[in-house]
T-cell receptor, first 112, second 114 residues
């Protein structure tokens, strides 16, 4: 079975631009979470979706938004990019709400 | 609020020796505890979890962890380290009382020396 997939793998953007990151969960998993991992730190929770509804939001500005589609895939959008948004963005899926999470390889975003 | 501490940034151990990676946590309710490993340029891989039951939890690749409620700790252990165990290890906690958000520790880099 395929694991969690994310696209793109790497991305370079300029300050002020916006970016869309995509995630496909493991087949059958209905919950998707997004994390930001800055170099040298642990992942920081951004959003969690279950059955297409937002179930949790971390301490991130409104520039960050996400959604989950009927096929349970998800998008993370970040507007008005700042240099500090440069990070590895991780998507995780779980079979049930609150279950152990399985992570994708991440999207490395660099903002210049 | 939930929090996780991993007091050691780096742990060095010789191959074949036992290893311990420490984790302490703080939650208001009952903790759900997890360990993940991250290899360079990779996402996180699930190792093991504690939800309830036996305080000694066995996971993938020969790792185990011991839940200690009185010390609010969940240390990761392995009886005999391998060079291939060298990676970044993250402890995470989820407090079911406040929803299902995971809080990760800052990570501990494990280096197993041949």
């Amino acid at each position: 079975d395929a694991g969690v997939t994310q696209s793109p793998t790497h991305l370079i953007k300029t300050r002020g631009q916006h970016v869309t990151l995509r995630c496909s969960p493991i087949s059958g998993h209905k919950s998707v979470s997004w994390y930001q991992q800055v170099l040298g730190q642990g992942p920081q929770f951004i959003f969690q979706y279950y059955e297409k509804e937002e179930r949790g939001r971390g301490n991130f500005p409104d520039r960050f938004s996400a959604r989950q589609f009927p096929n349970y895939s998800s998008e993370l959008n970040v507007n008005a990019l700042l240099l500090g948004d440069s990070a590895l963005y991780l998507c995780a899926s779980s079979l049930v709400f609150g279950g152990e999470q399985y992570f994708g390889p991440g999207t490395r975003l660099t903002v210049t | 609020a939930q929090s996780v501490a991993q007091p050691e940034d780096q742990v060095n151990v010789a191959e074949g020796n036992p290893l311990t990676v420490k984790c302490t946590y703080s939650v208001s309710g009952n903790p759900y505890l997890f360990w993940y490993v991250q290899y360079p340029n990779r996402g996180l891989q699930f190792l093991l979890k504690y939800i309830t039951g036996d305080n000694l939890v066995k996971g993938s690749y020969g790792f185990e962890a011991e839940f200690n409620k009185s010390q609010t700790s969940f240390h990761l252990k392995k009886p005999s380290a391998l060079v291939s165990d060298s990676a970044l290890y993250f402890c995470a906690v989820r407090d079911n009382r406040y929803g299902q958000n995971f809080v990760f520790g800052p990570g501990t880099r494990l280096s197993v020396l041949p």
